[in-house]
C-alpha cells in the first residue's frame, strides 16, 4: 500500500508541476495532497493557526504552581495502573508525575442493557486533593504532558475538575504543552483535579502498556482569553469567514472594538499591505445586541485580504469565486480519516472485523462504511447520508475539478460498499451498534461482538432506495455497480412500500439511531422524495405517481396561517403530522432538507402534474419562513431554530422521540426555555437555538441542514436571498460566529481542538457544534472539549458537502 500511494504521489507530483492536473490554488495544500496519495494518507495538521497556538502566545500576568512538593505526595490513583515520581523524564527540572496504565484487560467490555457492548476496559485516573481551595484569581491552568505510549498511533488524556472533563489531544514522544482556560468555570471551592484515561483496547500496532508524564502543572492568570459564551465578540476582535467570501455576495464582519473612536476600517491587500476598500464601522442595534459592522459587499476584486480597524489585523481571508474547495479537500480528508475496516496510516490498522451482525442464520461482518464520530459507533443510514453526499459533490465538479470529484467518488463508494454489504437480502439490513473499543480481529475470542441492531424499517429502506438511485445515475464508469444499483433500489423501496402498508409510521424502535425522532410529515416527505428518485432513474409512472400521492400529507402539515403579528408574522413552517400539536425541530442530526427535496424534484420530474402550483407555491412559502427568520440572529447569519409553541411538550409521542434521556422536569424546562426566546403571540415563541436537555445537542448539522433546504429553495426559485441564507451558515461554520472560530479544524485560522478520542485530531473534522448554555437562547462554546458538542462527526462533514454542492 505504501508503495502505491508513493507512486501516485509521484506521478501526480510530476503532473502538477507540469500544469497539466490541477488541484487547488493553494500551493502549500496541494503538496500535502499530493504527498498523501491524493488522500490515501491522512493531511498532514497544521496546528500553528489554531486555538490553542494563539492561545499559548498569552503569558500570564502571574501564577502559581498546583504543588511545591517534588513527589508524588498529594496524589493519589484510582483504577488500573498505577502512579510513580520520576526524575528522568522532566520539563520543569524537578521530575514529573508517571501515570502507567495497561492498554487491555484481556476481559470482556460489559455496557448498558440497551447498549450492551457500548463500554471500555475500565480507566486510570491520578487525581491531587486541592482541599477546597478557591481559585477565583486563576483563569487558566497550563501544564506539559509527555505521552511514551508504544506503538500507539493516537494519545490524549482527560483532564478533570469540579464535575469538567477536558479532553487533551496529544503528540506521542514529545513534550506537550497545553492549557485549559476556566474563567467560565465554577472554581470557588475546588475540591481535586485529575488527569485520567478510558482504556480501550489496542489498536494494530499498540504496546501493553502506556505511560504519560505530567509536569509544570500551573494555575494562572491572563489577558485576552476570548469569550465562551453570548453573542458579543471579544473586546478588541473581529468575527468574520476565516476562510473568506464569493464574489457578489454580502460580505460583512462583526467588530466589537470600543477603544477604536474614529470607526474608520479598511480591506488591506494581503500581498502588498496596502488598503484596497476602506469604509466605517456601522453601529448595529439587533434583538441580540448592539454590534460594529464592516461591510465590504461592494467590493468584488478576487484575491487575498485582511481587515484592519485600528491596530487590530486580521489573518488573511479569500475573496473569490471559489472559495469553499480547500475546505472539500479537508473534509473529505476527515471522512476517509474515518473509514472503518481500513487502515489508515497513523490512525489505526483495518478494524472491527470480528464485529458482526447476524439474521436468519446468517452473519455479516459490520466493518466498512465509516465510523460515525469520536467513538467508534456505526450506524448504516450515516454512512449512507455521507456517501449521497459525497456523490451530490462529485456531480458538481465533475467538469470543474477532475482530480477532487473522482477522489469524491471514490470515498462515495467505499460507503455505498457498506449499505451495499449489510442487506440480508429480504428487507432487513444491518442498521447500528454502539462501540468504544478495539477490537483484536480475530474471530472466536473474547472480543468478539455480534450485538449489530439488524431492522427492516420502512424509512430507512426508503432512504436507502433514494440514495441508491441516485447512485446508479451518478456512477457511470462501473456498468455492473450501476445496474445492481438501480436494482437494489427498486428492492429496497418494495421492502420499505410493503413495511409501510402493514404498519404506517412510527415504527421507529431504537432510540440510539439517529433517524428515531422523524417526523410524520419528514416521513412522508421522505416516501415521495424516494419515490421520485426512483421516478427520474426509471422513468416508471408508478413511482410518479406514489410521489404526488405522499406528498399530500407533508403539504398539509404545512402552516399557511401566520402566526404572530405585524412584522413578527410567521408563516410557512412544518408540523410534526396533522395534529398540529407539535412543529417540525431538530436538536442533532438533521433531515430538514428533504421537504424541499422531496417538493423540488417533483417539480422537476412532474413539471405537467395538476398539483405543480402547489409544490411550488409550498416551496415559495418555506422559503419566505427562512427569510423570516434571519432578522433574529443579526448581524450575524446562522439560522435560528424556528417557531415554537409553548405546549408542545404536551404532545409525549413527539416530545419523546426528540428529547432523548430527559431529566423528570424536562416539561418544565421545556416552558421555560421556549420562553427564554422572542415571543411572537401568547402561544408562539420564536428560539434561535433548540430546545434541549441531554448530552446530545449541537448546532452544526442543524443549521446546514436548513441552509442545505434554503439553497434548492434558492436554486430553485432563482432567489439569491434564499441561496445568500445558504452561504451565511458557511460563514458562520468558519469564523462569521461570536467566538471568532473556524469549526473546520486546518480551516481559515482560530481552530480549536476537537474531541476525537478515538482517531486523534484531524485535519476536516467537524464537530456537532455551537450549543447553548443552560436553558439560555444564546451561543455557548467553551474550550472544554468533551461530548457531545464538541465531539467529532461525519454528519457534520456530510452537511458542510451537501450544503457546498448547491454553489
Known sequence: MKNHIIYAALCLYAATAAGQVYVTSDARLTQDIVAT?????????????????????????????????????????????????????TVSGNGSLKLTFPSHTGVRVKGSDSDPDYGTYGNARAIFNVNGDNWGQYNRIAFSIYPDCEGARVVNLNLSFNSVSHLVNLVNHQWNHCFLNIGNIQRDKVDNIAFGASIKGQDRTTGDTLVYYIDRIELQQVDNIGIESGWIPANGSIAYSTTGYMLNDRKTAVAHMPENNNRAFQLVDAQTGLPVFSGQIKEEKTGIGEFGVMDFSSFNNTGSYQLKAGDVLTPPFRIDGNIWENSLWRTLNYIFCQRCGYPVPGKHGACHIDLCSEHDGKKISYSGGWHDAGDLSQQTLQTGDIAYALLEMHNKLKDKNKLLAARLLEEAEWGLEFVLKNRYGDGYRASSVGLLIWQDGIFNTFDDISSVRVQNLAFDNFLYAAYEAYAAMSIDHDPS???????????????????????????????????????????????????AMLHKLTGERRY???????????????RTEPVGKGKASIKGFFYRDKSRKSIVHYIHQSREQVYMQALTLLCETQPGHPDYNKWVESIRLYGDYLKSLMPYTAPYGMLSSGVYHIDEH????????????????????????VKKGVPLDNEHYLKRFPVWFSIFNGNTAVHLSTGKAAAICGNFLRDEELLSIGREQMYWTVGKNPFGQSLIYGEGYNYPQLDSFSSGEIVGEMPVGIRSLDNEDAPYWPQVNNACYKEVWVTSAGKWLTLAAEY
Open 37 to 89: 496519495g491524493i488522500i490515501h494518507s491522512p493531511l498532514p495538521l497544521d496546528d500553528s493557526r489554531s486555538f490553542e497556538a494563539a492561545g499559548l502566545k498569552n503569558k500570564a500576568v502571574y501564577s502559581k504552581p498546583l504543588s511545591r512538593d517534588n513527589s508524588i505526595s498529594g496524589w493519589s490513583h484510582t483504577g488500573l495502573g498505577r502512579i510513580d515520581y520520576s526524575v528522568g523524564q
Open 481 to 531: 455497480l450501476q445496474a445492481y444499483l438501480r436494482k437494489v433500489a427498486e428492492e429496497d423501496f418494495e421492502f420499505a412500500l410493503k413495511r409501510h402498508d402493514e404498519v404506517g409510521y412510527g415504527e421507529f424502535i431504537h432510540f440510539y439511531e439517529h433517524s428515531y425522532n422523524t417526523s410524520e410529515s419528514q416521513y412522508m416527505a421522505t416516501i415521495s422524495w424516494a419515490a
Open 544 to 558: 410518479a405517481d406514489l410521489a404526488a400521492d405522499y406528498i399530500r400529507y407533508t403539504l398539509d402539515c404545512q
Open 650 to 673: 404536551q404532545d409525549s409521542t413527539g416530545f419523546y422521540r426528540l428529547h432523548l434521556f430527559p431529566p423528570r422536569n424536562a416539561k418544565e424546562l421545556f416552558v421555560e426555555q
